[in-house]
C-alpha cells in the first residue's frame, strides 16, 4: 500500500532552514510528482510547489521563490523540501502529498502524516 | 492570481441534513477544481477531482458539480463522519501551474 512517511518534528530559530523528508514506498516512485502543502494552525492549506521525482524539475508557488528547494533521492524513495530564512509565520504543518493517478497531476490523494515546523526565537 | 472564495464559511447542520457548499474563483477554471475534507489532526481527504468526479471510496452521498467560476459540493444525507472542514482546491494552467485552496467551510453539529 502507498505510505508516506514523513520526519520528525523541528524546533528552528528565526533565520535558519529547515529541511523536511518525505519517505514513500509502495509505489514506483518517479512516476508521480510530489506536492508539498502547509497548514499554519488554525488556518487554511497552502500549496508550496512540486517536484517531478523523474527529472527532479520543479515548480513553486510564486510566495516561496527563493527560499524554497525541493529534491529527491531516487535511491531511497525520498523527497525533501527545505525552507530557509525561516520567520514566525513559518510555524506550520508541513504535508508532502501525491496524485491519485500519474495523469492527474494536480490533485492529492495521498499525504504524509505531516511534520509540524515550530519556529520561535 | 486566481483566488478561491467557499460560501457559507461556517455550516450548522444536522445529520440527515442535505448540505450544499460553494466555492467560486476569480476567474474561469474550467473543471480543474477538486474537493478535501480534512478532520482536526488529519491530513485531508480527497473527494471529487476535476469538478464533479468522485474519488475511488468515497461514498456516493457526496457529489461534485460546477464549471467555470461556480462550483459546488453536496453531501445528500449528512452523516456523523461528515463533520469536518471542507476545502476546494483549483489549478491555474497559465502562465505556469498554479494550485490554490479555498478558505475552507467547517461543518459543525447543530
Known amino acids: 500500500q502507498v505510505q508516506l512517511v514523513q520526519s520528525g518534528a523541528e524546533v528552528k530559530k528565526p533565520g535558519a532552514s529547515v529541511k523536511v523528508s518525505c519517505k514513500a514506498s509502495?509505489?514506483?516512485?518517479?512516476?508521480?510528482?510530489m506536492h508539498w502543502v502547509r497548514q499554519a494552525p488554525g488556518q487554511g492549506l497552502e500549496w508550496m510547489g512540486w517536484i517531478n521525482p523523474n527529472s527532479g524539475g520543479t515548480n513553486y508557488a510564486q510566495k516561496f521563490q527563493g527560499r524554497v528547494t525541493m529534491t529527491r533521492d531516487t535511491s531511497i524513495s525520498t523527497a525533501y523540501m527545505e525552507l530557509s530564512r525561516l520567520r514566525s509565520d513559518d510555524t506550520a504543518v508541513y504535508y508532502c502529498a501525491r496524485p491519485p493517478a500519474p495523469s492527474l497531476v494536480y490533485y492529492f490523494d495521498y499525504w504524509g502524516q505531516g511534520t509540524l515546523v515550530t519556529v520561535s526565537s | 492570481d486566481i483566488q478561491l472564495t467557499q460560501s457559507p464559511s461556517f455550516l450548522s447542520a444536522s445529520v440527515g441534513d442535505r448540505v450544499t457548499i460553494t466555492c467560486r474563483a476569480s476567474q474561469g477554471i474550467s473543471s480543474y477544481l477538486a474537493w478535501y475534507q480534512q478532520k482536526p489532526g488529519k491530513a485531508p481527504k480527497l473527494l471529487i477531482y476535476?469538478?464533479?468526479t468522485l474519488q475511488s471510496g468515497v461514498p456516493s452521498r457526496f457529489s461534485g458539480s460546477g464549471s467555470g467560476t461556480e462550483f459546488t459540493l453536496t453531501i445528500s444525507s449528512l452523516q456523523p463522519e461528515d463533520f469536518a472542514t471542507y476545502y476546494c482546491?483549483?489549478?491555474?494552467?497559465?502562465?505556469?501551474?498554479?494550485?490554490?485552496f479555498g478558505p475552507g467551510t467547517k461543518v459543525d453539529i447543530k
Open positions: 509502495g509505489y514506483t516512485f518517479t512516476g508521480y510528482y
Open positions: 482546491q483549483q489549478l491555474n494552467s497559465y502562465p505556469r501551474p498554479r494550485i490554490t
Open positions: 476535476a469538478a464533479s
